[in-house]
């Protein structure tokens, strides 16, 4: 009986870090797209083009390849992201199976 509280328990645990990991992956994407975005509308401007960046509520003039340089790290930053947030989810998808596979032999065997 305690086997069987245990792993719904782990079930219920394991589903809400999904759940977390799911939502962090979109997050993680929307980022990256974003950033993906931003410097393909920055190459199409001239290179002594003024540029602002973002601080705050605050703009703080900005060179144009400093700007590229921010946005190529936060895209390659985001990719790690997703690599390390996908092998998470695959984990947890994988320990939610067993579990409820366990859960099932306990069940099937009563």
Do not use: C, P
């Not at 069987?4 to 394991?14: C, G, M």
């Not at 695959?90 to 320990?95: D, Q, V």
């Amino acid at each position: 009986k305690n086997v069987f509280i245990e792993l719904q328990n782990k079930i219920v645990e394991d589903n809400r870090k999904l759940t977390s990991v799911k939502m962090q992956i979109q997050t993680k994407e929307r980022e990256k797209r974003l950033a993906e975005l931003t410097k393909r509308e920055l190459t199409t401007l001239d290179s002594d083009t003024r540029t602002y960046k973002s601080v705050g509520k605050a703009f703080i003039k900005t060179d144009l390849s400093v700007l590229m340089t921010e946005l190529d790290t936060r895209v390659v930053k985001a990719e790690k992201d997703l690599n390390d947030l996908d092998k998470t989810k695959k984990h947890l998808e994988r320990n939610v199976n067993e579990s409820q596979n366990a859960l099932r032999e306990i069940t099937s065997s009563r």
